[in-house]
């Protein structure tokens, strides 16, 4: 969130703010979430607004940031405790897959947004996959010279570029889609356990 006057403005309008962010833009897509329909819907000024948040792009960032915390809490659900790490990594990649595709084109927008930091792009995904691997190269399942960042990258663009193929083609099933991630990230796993 933005500043007022050197002092951050989080409190109970905020919230409703990104929660109708979230509702607008998960439903009727990014188009349809702007500075002026927030205002139209909470009966508020613009100086509402920006008081709390820099510009549009930073309210679309707090969608994102839900969507993908909301993508990752289901996705984790696919975790067995009886499972090796490298099954489960699989299933939690599968499992986001078809979270993204059961939901629709606008949700799937939504968590392949990212912000840009020096270390590279971000999302909570993206974030999701570095830990977990990070979790390998401690538990001695991912070869130790693994950059994590990279091969978490690397999943990443492969199941956000499948799910928006998926999004965007009428004749593009899933399971091909399924089939064409899933060869990747083996891919990427055999080089991680290598």
Known sequence: MAFSKGKRIEDETSKRIVDLAVNIGCKEGPDALTVTRICKELNCDRRVIYNRFRDLNEINLLVANRCNEELVANARGAIKEDASYYDNFKALIQAALTYIYERNAFFQYYTSLYRVTEGGVCNEILQDFITMIE?????????????????????????????????????????????????????????MNY
Do not use: C, F
């Open 135 to 191: 979790e390998g190269k401690r538990n001695g399942d991912v070869r130790g010279e693994t950059d994590s960042r990279e091969a978490a990258e690397s999943i990443w663009l492969l199941l956000t570029g499948i799910s928006g193929m998926l999004a965007s083609h009428i004749n593009y099933k899933y399971q091909d889609g399924l089939k064409t991630m899933m060869y990747g990230v083996n891919a990427i796993l055999a080089y």
